[in-house]
């Protein structure tokens, strides 16, 4: 970059995606204004990641914290941007930054809009994950679970609900179900491993077997689904409660069925086969119905960008360019309208890019791409802004509400660290966003 002066870039989100992506930026000489909507940096890495994975999840924020201290990087948390919060995206757009980064993750719950969807019982993943890690409002609300619980999807999210379930809840019985087959699951053996102890394998490889020759003629081996379990099995953790657990595939949900009093007492599934298309497989219906027994229903099949944010959607991802100006590897970063126009200096990365694709390690490969594209950008403006962070600071300092800055935000990191140690605990954490602004002093 020639110019004499430092190009100044919002980014919306502070999880990993906007974490490495200002990582990248601060390191070339940008000025980067984080945003947040939650006082805590991490995101999903530091209120998804099952709470026992503590090795993980301290290296991890570790890194964040890192990032945050680096020269060039400024941060305000609790500050919603969308429609009707504290800003919107276009005024945020206004604010004279040279590139604004989208990072916002897929916050959203991605609705199957089923009949009985919304009886008492059915949850969604996402919800569950913040309650059981502590993110504010969900730490403190009520998820009354009972004895048969049916998880649909069968990624690691699914496993990580089966722990909580297993170690935490208890419950008698915990089906995952999957609309595809033994050969497109998604979860790792190592988060199997976790609850391997729990599982019915006799009809896990019962249904595998079922599936075999459908597998064979798609070019799949059942025996590799069968050897990654059993070897999660040889592998377990030990077994913590009288929970059964189980898999069962090729059935994708068409009703959840209720009582009188509005309450879950079963699904009902299609069974699927599968079909080759040109580049993926394709589940589809043979009008032939089961129906499990349940008291609890929790969708885990990702997640949507919010609809609300101010940027047009399509896939349950914001609108990329599809023919970027500065592309990565063949992918635009770039955001667009619903017709294809190009908004300026715009730009999007990891799961706002993609909803629901990808771990903490894509995350941050798809911001360093993502990055790339921005400071491409950069390059070619004449100038860049005469706007300060001091008039930025004075912009966010006119929001009638608590603003958490980096000084705030370390404060409360050791708060919480004492208050661990104190109690003899791997962690502690407020389950208020009033609790956390009270111990920092920003409130009364």
Same mark, same amino acid.
């Given at each position: 970059?020639?110019?004499?002066? =430092?190009?100044?870039?919002?980014?919306?989100?502070?999880?990993?995606?906007?974490?490495?992506?200002?990582?990248?930026?601060?390191?070339? /000489?940008?000025?980067?204004?984080?945003?947040? @909507?939650?006082?805590?940096?991490?995101?999903?890495?530091?209120?998804?990641?099952?709470?026992? +994975?503590? =090795?993980?999840?301290?290296?991890?924020?570790?890194?964040?914290?890192?990032?945050?201290?680096?020269?060039?990087?400024?941060?305000?948390?609790?500050?919603?941007?969308?429609?009707?919060?504290?800003?919107?995206?276009?005024?945020?757009?206004?604010?004279?930054?040279?590139?604004?980064?989208?990072?916002?993750?897929?916050?959203?719950?991605?609705?199957?809009?089923?009949?009985?969807?919304?009886?008492?019982?059915?949850?969604?993943?996402?919800?569950?994950?913040?309650?059981?890690?502590?993110?504010?409002?969900?730490?403190?609300?009520?998820?009354?679970?009972?004895?048969?619980?049916?998880?649909?999807?069968? *990624?690691?999210?699914?496993?990580?609900?089966?722990?909580?379930?297993?170690?935490?809840?208890?419950?008698?019985?915990?089906?995952?179900?999957? @609309?595809?087959?033994?050969?497109?699951?998604?979860?790792?053996?190592?988060?199997?491993?976790?609850?391997?102890?729990?599982? /019915?394998?006799?009809?896990?490889?019962?249904?595998?077997?079922?599936?075999?020759?459908?597998?064979?003629?798609?070019?799949?081996?059942?025996?590799?689904?069968? =050897?990654?379990?059993?070897?999660?099995?040889?592998?377990?953790?030990?077994?913590?409660?009288?929970?059964?657990?189980?898999?069962?595939?090729?059935?994708?949900?068409?009703?959840?069925?209720?009582?009188?009093?509005?309450?879950?007492?079963?699904?009902?599934?299609?069974?699927?086969?599968?079909? &080759?298309?040109?580049?993926?497989?394709?589940?589809?219906?043979? +009008?032939?119905?089961?129906?499990?027994?349940?008291?609890?229903?929790?969708?885990?099949?990702?997640?949507?960008?919010?609809?609300?944010?101010?940027?047009?959607?399509?896939?349950?991802?914001? %609108?990329? /360019?599809?023919?970027?100006?500065?592309?990565?590897?063949?992918?635009?970063?770039?955001? %667009?309208?619903?017709?294809?126009?190009?908004?300026?200096?715009?730009?999007?990365?990891?799961?706002?890019?993609?909803?629901?694709?990808?771990?903490?390690?894509?995350?941050?490969?798809?911001?360093? &791409?993502?990055?790339?594209?921005?400071?491409?950008?950069?390059?070619?403006?004449?100038?860049?802004?005469?706007?300060?962070?001091?008039?930025?600071?004075?912009?966010?300092?006119?929001?009638?509400?608590?603003?958490?800055?980096?000084?705030?935000?370390?404060?409360?990191?050791?708060?919480?660290?004492?208050?661990?140690?104190?109690?003899?605990?791997?962690?502690?954490?407020?389950?208020?966003?009033?609790?956390?602004?009270?111990?920092? *002093?920003?409130?009364?």
């Amino acid at each position: 970059m020639n110019q004499p002066s =430092k190009p100044l870039v919002a980014i919306i989100g502070a999880g990993p995606s906007g974490l490495y992506a200002a990582q990248q930026l601060a390191r070339k /000489n940008v000025d980067v204004v984080i945003f947040n @909507r939650d006082i805590k940096i991490g995101g999903l890495a530091e209120y998804g990641i099952y709470p026992e +994975k503590h =090795k993980m999840r301290r290296g991890l924020i570790t890194q964040f914290q890192d990032i945050l201290n680096m020269d060039g990087v400024t941060y305000y948390g609790n500050v919603l941007i969308r429609e009707n919060g504290d800003l919107t995206f276009k005024e945020l757009m206004s604010l004279g930054f040279d590139a604004v980064v989208v990072a916002t993750g897929a916050q959203w719950n991605r609705w199957l809009f089923l009949p009985g969807e919304k009886l008492d019982g059915v949850y969604y993943a996402q919800d569950v994950v913040y309650h059981y890690n502590g993110l504010p409002p969900y730490s403190a609300m009520d998820f009354p679970i009972g004895e048969k619980v049916v998880i649909i999807g069968m *990624g690691n999210v699914s496993m990580d609900l089966a722990h909580f379930l297993t170690h935490e809840r208890k419950v008698q019985e915990i089906t995952a179900v999957a @609309r595809r087959g033994p050969g497109e699951i998604k979860f790792t053996q190592q988060e199997l491993e976790a609850i391997a102890a729990h599982l /019915n394998f006799p009809i896990v490889k019962e249904e595998i077997e079922s599936a075999a020759h459908l597998m064979e003629s798609l070019g799949q081996d059942p025996e590799e689904p069968i =050897k990654m379990i059993e070897s999660a099995i040889a592998k377990s953790a030990p077994r913590v409660s009288e929970t059964h657990f189980t898999l069962r595939f090729l059935l994708s949900p068409v009703e959840i069925l209720g009582d009188e009093e509005g309450k879950v007492t079963g699904i009902k599934f299609e069974k699927n086969t599968l079909v &080759q298309k040109e580049d993926y497989l394709s589940a589809e219906g043979l +009008k032939e119905f089961e129906i499990l027994e349940a008291d609890t229903v929790m969708f885990s099949i990702g997640n949507r960008v919010d609809g609300k944010f101010g940027l047009p959607v399509k896939n349950y991802s914001y %609108c990329k /360019n599809p023919n970027p100006r500065f592309p990565i590897k063949d992918t635009s970063y770039e955001i %667009c309208t619903e017709t294809g126009e190009p908004i300026e200096k715009a730009f999007v990365v990891g799961w706002a890019r993609k909803a629901s694709v990808g771990l903490v390690g894509l995350a941050r490969k798809d911001s360093v &791409q993502g990055a790339r594209a921005v400071l491409q950008y950069l390059d070619t403006l004449p100038a860049f802004t005469t706007t300060t962070l001091q008039d930025i600071d004075r912009r966010i300092s006119q929001i009638e509400k608590p603003i958490v800055r980096k000084d705030d935000l370390s404060k409360l990191i050791q708060i919480e660290n004492e208050k661990a140690q104190e109690l003899g605990v791997e962690e502690y954490k407020y389950k208020s966003n009033q609790e956390m602004l009270k111990a920092i *002093g920003l409130i009364s």
